[in-house]
């Protein structure tokens, strides 16, 4: 009976609940955005980070009271904010979203709301720099699929996409890159007030930012049509910009016709596209794959050389040595080698060991793959029979001759299974290093496909690069075994007595 | 001429060796013979110093191993007491990595600094000697029990020691075999070798050897010229050994 009372007490109030969810659901304005790194326009409020800020928050919050709606945040991932909207994850995308071609393609856009310009950004010492035209042969970083990535790709400057403004500034910072690119209220949000770095020229190029729906959504577009026009008239729009610092001459210029309610002349505004052509796609892959093909090999070079140090020290060293030794494999075995890439690219800059992003990954999955390939090698080695060491000892051989001419050579053969198994993995681990904005293969599908649309094509071809390297690999290393198979019958004898 | 005095070796508290005393003169054959136990394998890996002494000494030619001497001193004389005597181990241990060629040159190349060549034109006529010339560009794991032990013949004689060791010869060998294997160890014995056989066989040991010795707890009972043990040992632990060999 006690048990029987809070139960219905429970359904009642789901009932209830339910039954008020359902009704409200009209009531209620559900927006998507990134806020990871996305001040000024909506992110984490550090003094409470369970809350969310930014001037796009509190316009929304203004947008749907003037549409008799309740505003509801729905976190998300700016890459994968026009799927999530199509899979109704959300109604609408308010997240500085600008009205491209193959944007319109898919989903519905608002009014503008907003009228941005792009400002380059390079460090307080460097002077070789004071507009994008001096950037033809230097690397540029900027938001994946933006305006400002498109304008880059359009003018051939070498650019790289950063998930968020935090790590592009900071790479800049770090001389990792020489300039950013970015829409000006986050380039006041995070640049202006750095004093290592400066404004290379003014702030050029204006674009606008709408709301995004989806494709069929008249109604609700209508709506939010309305609700901006009634938010700009009455100046609310104005005191949050004010407030914000992004409000400018241009927002003057934008929203002057609107309130005196004459014709809206947007002739000025430039609306880019993404110009997609298949060749240049292509000329990026090729190098994404040369930059893999790089990491995966240099990183393997790594791991077999570190790795017999440290196999060495676990099997036969001191108990110091190999405490060392096992301490690192465990290590390097027990956490994930993104955390291990991030730690790399991030933390070590702290005392002032900023590498490339490519080296970094280089040398992480190096240090993280060397782990593996000792516990290859300490197999490969406890493998051989105590006879071999003992045989060798009673031909006068001292023990660094044994190993190196007798036991090394066979460990080699029981060995070769595992490490080219570890080449091919390594090989696809190489696509962690997309955590660290490394022009890779995964990376390179990642932007090329949410610039196209090509997710399917783009996979194939991808696939297909790796593919084509990693079979040849896989292909090489089973000759290779062969190879030392075929010793064991009559073969010449050359191969392997080198004097 | 080897000789072996107060040997002493124990695992733990297990006294494998109690003081062993014998005389190998040169070229000649000296065959072991005892239960399983009696620590005749062990007086071998004394012998090629894969186990360290706890007592006594062992002569061989000019290299002196004993107990009183500091560690790197004791390293130094095992290295040396290793060109002295050669061994051939029971399941050969040949390296499978190399060719029968390979496994022969290895260690005059690498380990005695003989140019390539001429360690290749040696291994030849070794080779010839054992009856493998056909194979010397196989592989061990192609070849027959009786052609990898032919090999391991090769190998440890191509190190010119003073004293080779046989740890159990013949485990591996049919009959036919047993008898081409003794007329090609009494021919290298001929060539001025001086050799120690372990083994179970007393049939192969009383063809071969020119004298005997009977081991039992880690002591030896009698040693002495093969036919006078065979016919009338003196000991009689030494005629119910052979009693029950029989």
Redesign the interface.
Same mark, same amino acid.
């Given at each position: 009976m006690n048990n029987i009372q809070p139960l219905r007490l429970i359904i009642c109030c789901l009932t209830v609940l339910h039954v008020f969810s359902v009704a409200s659901a009209q009531d209620v304005l559900r927006w998507g955005a990134d806020p990871s790194g996305g001040a000024p326009y909506v992110y984490t409020d550090p003094s409470a980070p369970d809350n969310y800020i930014g001037y796009e928050k509190e316009m929304v919050d203004a947008l749907a009271t003037a549409m008799g709606k309740k505003a509801e945040f729905v976190p998300s991932d700016w890459e994968t904010l026009v799927s999530a909207l199509q899979r109704k994850s959300f109604d609408v995308i308010v997240n500085g979203l600008e009205p491209t071609g193959d944007r319109a393609q898919q989903i519905l856009f608002s009014k503008p709301y907003y009228i941005f310009q792009l400002q380059l950004t390079v460090r307080r010492e460097d002077n070789r720099i004071t507009s994008l035209d001096d950037c033809k042969n230097r690397i540029v970083g900027t938001l994946g699929n933006t305006a400002a990535s498109r304008m880059l790709q359009q003018q051939n400057i070498p650019f790289r996409s950063y998930q968020d403004p935090v790590g592009a500034y900071r790479d800049l910072e770090l001389k990792r890159i020489d300039a950013v690119l970015m829409d000006v209220p986050a380039e006041a949000f995070y640049a202006r007030k750095n004093q290592k770095l400066k404004q290379a020229g003014p702030p050029f190029s204006r674009g606008l930012y709408v709301i995004g729906l989806r494709k069929g959504d008249e109604a609700l577009k209508a709506q939010v049509d309305a609700g901006i026009d009634k938010i700009i008239v009455d100046g609310t729009l104005e005191s949050i910009l004010k407030k914000w610092g992004l409000w400018n001459d241009a927002q003057v210029e934008f929203q002057t016709p609107i309130r005196t309610g004459t014709k809206q002349e947007v002739g000025n505004i430039e609306m880019t596209n993404s110009s997609f052509n298949w060749g240049e796609a292509l000329k990026r892959l090729t190098k994404a794959a040369m930059v893999t093909v790089l990491i995966a090999f240099g990183s393997m070079l790594i791991a077999v050389v570190l790795g017999l140090p440290l196999a060495l020290g676990q099997w036969k060293g001191p108990i110091w040595l190999r405490v060392i030794c096992t301490a690192y494999v465990e290590f390097f075995r027990g956490t994930p080698v993104l955390v291990q890439l991030l730690f790399l690219y991030f933390g070590l800059p702290v005392i002032g060991i900023a590498m490339p992003g490519w080296l970094t990954a280089l040398v992480g999955l190096g240090l993280n793959y060397a782990a593996y390939e000792s516990q290859v090698y300490r197999a490969a080695l406890e493998a051989i029979p105590k006879g071999q060491w003992e045989a060798a000892y009673s031909l006068g051989m001292s023990p660094i001759l044994a190993f190196r001419r007798i036991i090394l050579p066979q460990a080699f053969r029981f060995a070769l299974p595992p490490m080219t198994n570890d080449f091919v993995s390594l090989f696809k681990d190489t696509s962690v290093a997309f955590a660290i904005s490394v022009w890779e293969l995964a990376t390179a599908y990642r932007e090329l496909a949410n610039a196209s649309g090509q997710f399917l094509l783009l996979g194939l071809i991808v696939s297909i690069f790796y593919l084509a390297m990693s079979l040849p690999m896989a292909h090489l290393a089973r000759l290779l075994e062969q190879s030392m198979r075929g010793r064991t019958t009559e073969r010449p004898e050359e191969a392997e007595v080198a004097a | 001429m080897i000789r072996v005095s107060g040997l002493r070796k124990q695992f733990g508290s297990n006294q494998i060796l109690r003081g062993v005393e014998f005389e190998v003169p040169a070229k000649s054959v000296l065959g072991v013979i005892g239960a399983s136990g009696s620590g005749k394998t062990t007086l071998l890996r004394c012998l090629? %110093?894969?186990e360290r002494l706890d007592g006594g000494t062992i002569q061989c030619n000019d290299v002196v191993l004993e107990t009183n001497i500091s560690a790197a001193e004791y390293r130094r004389r095992v290295?040396n007491l $290793?060109?002295e005597? %050669?061994?051939v181990?029971q399941?050969f241990?040949?390296? &499978?990595?190399?060719?029968v060629? %390979?496994n022969v040159?290895?260690?005059p190349?690498?380990?005695?600094g003989v140019p390539?060549k001429k360690a290749e034109a040696e291994a030849h006529e070794l080779l010839d000697a054992v009856g493998m010339k056909h194979a010397? $560009?196989?592989? &061990?794991?192609?070849l027959s029990g009786g052609e990898q032990q032919r090999v391991a013949i090769a $190998?440890?004689l191509a190190?010119q020691p003073a004293l080779v060791l046989f740890d159990e010869p013949t485990s591996a060998l049919d009959p036919r075999r047993i008898q081409s294997l003794r007329a090609l160890l009494r021919s290298f014995v001929d060539r001025g070798h001086t050799m120690i056989i372990i083994s179970h066989s007393i049939g192969f040991l009383g063809a071969v050897s020119d004298n005997l010795l009977f081991m039992e707890g880690g002591l030896v009972v009698e040693h002495g010229p093969t036919g006078q043990m065979m016919k009338e040992p003196k000991d009689p632990r030494t005629k119910d050994f052979l009693a029950q060999a029989e």
């Open positions: - | 090629n %110093g894969l290295k $290793r060109l005597v %050669g061994t181990f399941h241990f040949l390296f &499978p990595h190399l060719s060629l %390979g040159i290895e260690a190349v690498h380990v005695r390539k010397v $560009r196989r592989y &061990p794991d192609s $190998r440890a190190m």
